[in-house]
C-alpha cells in the first residue's frame, strides 16, 4: 500500500480525532479546523492521491463518502443551517495531503465562490 499520513490515522499508527469509522472510511476532525465543525472523510482501505485517481469501481465508495457526511453533518448538528462538502484536487486547488479527502464545514455562514 501507498502510504500517506491520513493512511497512518486509518491505521490508527498517529493520533487524531476519530468521529466515526468503518469497514471503507474513517472520518476525524481536522487539525486546523476552518469552521466551528470541520471534519475529514478519508477511505481507509486504499490509497487514492487525488479525485483524478478515482476508477469506476469507486463509484460506492464515494457515495458512501458523501452518506457518511450526511450523517456526521446530522450529528454534529450543522444539517439543518447548512454545511459543504470539499474535495480540493491537486495544489491549484489547495490539496496539501495526498489521499483523498472530503471536508465537511459548517457551523458558520460559508462565502461564495470560495477562495
Ligand atoms: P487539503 O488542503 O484539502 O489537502 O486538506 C488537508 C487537511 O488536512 C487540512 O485541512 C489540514 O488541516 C488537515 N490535516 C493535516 N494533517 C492532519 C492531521 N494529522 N490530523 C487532522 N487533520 C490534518
Request: aromatic share 6%; hydrophobic share 45%.
Amino acid at each position: 500500500m501507498t502510504d500517506n499520513i491520513f493512511l497512518k490515522i486509518a491505521r490508527h499508527e498517529i493520533p487524531a480525532n476519530i468521529v466515526f469509522e468503518d469497514d471503507r472510511v474513517v472520518a476525524f476532525k481536522d487539525i486546523n479546523p476552518q469552521a466551528p465543525v470541520h471534519i475529514l472523510i478519508i477511505p481507509r482501505t486504499e490509497a487514492i492521491p487525488t479525485l483524478n485517481d478515482l476508477k469506476p469501481e469507486n463509484k460506492d465508495l464515494v457515495g458512501h463518502m458523501f452518506l457518511v457526511a450526511k450523517k456526521l453533518a446530522a450529528e454534529f448538528g450543522i444539517a439543518e443551517d447548512g454545511y459543504r462538502c470539499v474535495i480540493n484536487c491537486n495544489e491549484g486547488a489547495g490539496q496539501s495531503v495526498f489521499q483523498l479527502h472530503m471536508h465537511v464545514l459548517g457551523g458558520r455562514p460559508m462565502g461564495w465562490p470560495p477562495g
